[in-house]
DNA sequence: CGTTGCTTTGACACCGATCAATCCTGGTGG
DNA sequence: CCACCAGGATTGATCGGTGTCAAAGCAACG
């Protein structure tokens, strides 16, 4: 096994000192604080659970699992996956600092998917019961949460468009300039990353083998568009990604786009007809 | 155009008699109203805004308007999609009666998808700047909609369970049954239903062509699983469905998983040497 | 230095898309 | 009443992108 550095006191999770400190928290911008006055936000700090610290490969929480809290990563990048009988897994997000987890669980009181640590991380812990007294509180805070939930929703529609509509490479890029622009909003470099998860990981989430990944990096490496050595990735032509992100060059498509044109054309007629 | 029960005044929005009554509503156990006591429902129904009806291909909103109110159907069936540039469409969902329509919209203030009617049909308008004043007084209410509101995200990962992971023939088995068990919840029958959607928007849900539906539907009635006439569409063999959705017979995807239990052994061990 | 797991690369197969022709249905007009 | 038409649905033939299978390369680690 890699050694962590938490190879000492491992796996499980661990109290932190109280003093969880919204208010110096680097991702505070990003996080559930966004928008919140001092005040406000010393007493979300007063509701925040312990900080746990997860080590890599480990399960912040497993599908199917009762639902208490929802989780602000402070560190690390985490993955939440859906796994099907048959062990084949979806992976339906990866997090980074700043990100919520959990928020799938308050529908039905269990998780709905299982949370990975993509390598050692640490997250704070929010009680949902606490959160929910403090609702009734801070409006502002409530707004901001549904927020949140809001565009975890449209989140998703847009892996549904991704995993619907795009080809392999469309899909690809769309992924590199997406992880590229979540670092740029963290203060990291936009064109040069590590990429955190595992070629079977990025298969798993945009629904590739991971020798459809391999290839994929290889062809971006061969059109000088990235350069990639293991996992550290260095984007060289952002023009390139993004025109193909955006569709760019799909005749085909744009044949069907025609037609969808035309349809659109024969409703507005037909709503004329009506009025 | 089809003639519509609007046809004598149709599109735009019309202003209903201020009696709403959710406490008549044959949905309201499926709706916002979930939950709440006779004196709740009745503040509830004091900030429902007129009710609306859209005859059937209108939009009941455009993607990128302007968001103001959430939107419970009372009847007729409706389907949400994110167009693209190039005019493909991705079908977000289909929606009945009792479900709430513009979740997405809450996080950017503008709608991210459109919503189209499938039929005539109609709708309460909930204002959602006055539902958030009801949420700082009726904590069940906002418990109620935060479930709402958890189960779209674990709907559409559902979704993307199914796009990213499903052959054509398990995607369409699982778009049956759902739809079997929502009409079934709303006390129709879950045999034999009519599918209120063209081919075409079947496809753009599941990602298939029309070709491939049209298809499947023959696959499926010569396999006297259903009989399809039209719209008109019964569950003869829902266990044979129910074995496809499952994913039974899927020999490839059972060595997969072979595999994947093998890596999860793996990392028990791994995880047993760490401790 | 061998093991182990991850990644890359190549050859081939297959599912579903594409293209094309036909059928069906409902609506319209003679 | 029937002929005609338009749009949607069905069916068949073929194509192509990605999955599958197999082998080799490579880096980390004991």
Same mark, same amino acid.
């Given at each position: 096994?890699?050694?962590?550095?938490?190879?000492? *006191?491992?796996? /499980?999770?661990?109290?932190?000192?109280?003093?969880? =400190?919204?208010?110096?928290?680097?991702? =505070?911008?990003?996080?559930?604080?966004?928008?919140?006055? +001092?005040?406000?936000?010393?007493?979300?700090?007063?509701?925040?659970?312990?900080?746990?610290?997860?080590?890599? +490969?480990?399960?912040?929480?497993?599908?199917?699992?009762?639902?208490?809290?929802?989780?602000?990563?402070?560190?690390?990048?985490?993955?939440?996956?859906?796994? @099907?009988?048959?062990?084949?897994?979806?992976?339906?997000?990866?997090?980074?600092?700043?990100?919520?987890?959990?928020?799938?669980?308050?529908?039905?009181?269990?998780?709905?998917? /299982?949370?990975?640590?993509?390598?050692? *991380?640490?997250?704070?812990?929010?009680?949902?019961?606490?959160?929910?007294?403090?609702?009734?509180?801070?409006?502002?805070?409530?707004?901001?949460?549904?927020?949140?939930?809001?565009?975890?929703?449209?989140?998703?529609? @847009?892996?549904?468009?991704?995993?619907?509509?795009?080809?392999?490479?469309?899909?690809?890029?769309?992924?590199?300039?997406?992880?590229? *622009?979540?670092?740029?909003?963290?203060?990291?470099?936009?064109?040069?990353?590590?990429?955190?998860?595992?070629?079977?990981?990025?298969?798993?989430?945009?629904?590739?083998?991971?020798?459809?990944?391999?290839?994929?990096?290889?062809?971006?490496?061969?059109?000088?568009?990235?350069?990639?050595?293991?996992?550290?990735?260095?984007?060289?032509?952002?023009?390139?990604?993004?025109?193909?992100?955006?569709? *760019?060059?799909?005749?085909?498509?744009?044949? =069907?786009?025609?037609?969808?044109?035309?349809?659109?054309?024969? =409703?507005?007629?037909?709503?004329?007809?009506?009025?």
């Amino acid at each position: 096994m890699t050694s962590t550095i938490f190879s000492i *006191a491992p796996s /499980s999770a661990q109290t932190a000192p109280s003093q969880n =400190k919204c208010a110096v928290c680097s991702f =505070k911008k990003l996080c559930l604080p966004v928008g919140l006055d +001092d005040n406000a936000v010393s007493r979300l700090d007063k509701i925040i659970g312990r900080r746990r610290r997860i080590a890599r +490969d480990e399960h912040l929480y497993r599908m199917d699992q009762p639902f208490n809290s929802l989780y602000a990563v402070r560190f690390g990048h985490f993955k939440t996956a859906q796994v @099907n009988l048959r062990g084949e897994q979806q992976i339906t997000g990866f997090q980074m600092a700043g990100d919520l987890l959990g928020m799938d669980a308050i529908g039905a009181g269990r998780h709905a998917c /299982s949370a990975v640590a993509l390598e050692d *991380a640490e997250v704070c812990e929010i009680p949902f019961a606490r959160l929910q007294e403090l609702f009734g509180e801070m409006p502002q805070l409530l707004q901001h949460f549904h927020r949140i939930m809001s565009q975890e929703i449209t989140r998703e529609q @847009n892996v549904m468009l991704l995993l619907g509509n795009m080809r392999a490479e469309q899909r690809f890029a769309v992924f590199l300039l997406n992880l590229s *622009a979540r670092y740029q909003a963290r203060g990291y470099s936009p064109s040069s990353f590590q990429l955190r998860m595992s070629r079977e990981d990025m298969g798993d989430y945009l629904s590739l083998t991971i020798e459809s990944v391999s290839r994929l990096l290889s062809r971006f490496r061969k059109q000088g568009w990235i350069s990639i050595d293991n996992r550290d990735l260095t984007i060289l032509d952002r023009a390139a990604l993004e025109a193909l992100s955006t569709g *760019a060059a799909l005749e085909v498509a744009e044949q =069907k786009a025609a037609r969808a044109e035309e349809a659109m054309r024969g =409703k507005s007629r037909m709503t004329l007809c009506a009025a």
